[in-house]
């Protein structure tokens, strides 16, 4: 593989492995999907709805950092799928927000299961103790900077 043992002293040198690295592991991922799968965007924004509940459109685009018109064109692929759904917002009745119907949590429920199967399997057949725990040290680091960029 490559030389991880360089000094960390030059950012630039770290910022270059990390998305090498990074983009390795999200077009393998990528790659594993079925076709007709979820997009990582509407992955994305299914588990956002999951995890932090309704919210509108203008707001997802915000979160997402994606420009409103790519948002709306996730949200309608989603909700054409019966994955999401629209109604008005209980706050402001002229503003609308999207939720996760029953079938949009089955979907993220079974392909977090898939994908977590398959990093699971790796993890287990090619990882040490030792060095899962690195990675799992890491994960608060990796979750800071995503949430910086």
């Given at each position: 593989?490559?030389?991880?043992?360089?000094?960390?002293?030059?950012?630039?040198?770290?910022?270059?492995?990390?998305?090498?690295?990074?983009g390795?592991i999200?077009?393998?991922?990528?790659?594993?999907?079925?076709?007709?799968?979820?997009?990582?965007?509407?992955?994305?924004?299914?588990?956002?709805?999951?995890?932090?509940?309704?919210?509108?459109?203008?707001?997802?685009?915000?979160?997402?950092?994606?420009?409103?018109?790519?948002?709306?064109?996730?949200?309608?692929?989603l909700?054409?799928?019966?994955?999401?759904?629209?109604?008005?917002?209980p706050?402001?009745?002229?503003?609308?927000?999207?939720?996760?119907?029953?079938?949009?949590?089955?979907?993220?429920?079974?392909?977090r299961?898939?994908?977590?199967q398959?990093?699971?399997?790796?993890?287990?057949?090619?990882?040490?103790?030792?060095?899962?725990?690195?990675?799992?040290?890491?994960?608060?680091?990796?979750?800071?900077?995503?949430?910086?960029?």
């Amino acid at each position: 593989m490559g030389d991880h043992s360089r000094p960390a002293d030059d950012p630039a040198d770290v910022a270059e492995a990390l998305r090498l690295a990074v983009g390795r592991i999200a077009r393998r991922m990528r790659q594993a999907h079925a076709v007709g799968d979820l997009t990582l965007s509407e992955r994305s924004v299914l588990a956002r709805l999951d995890l932090d509940g309704a919210e509108s459109p203008g707001v997802l685009a915000e979160l997402e950092r994606v420009r409103p018109q790519a948002m709306a064109t996730t949200l309608a692929s989603l909700e054409e799928r019966g994955l999401v759904s629209r109604r008005p917002d209980p706050a402001d009745r002229r503003r609308a927000v999207m939720t996760l119907t029953d079938a949009g949590r089955k979907v993220l429920a079974d392909r977090r299961s898939e994908s977590v199967q398959n990093l699971a399997a790796v993890l287990e057949g090619d990882f040490t103790p030792a060095e899962r725990e690195k990675l799992l040290e890491l994960l608060p680091l990796l979750d800071r900077l995503a949430e910086r960029l």
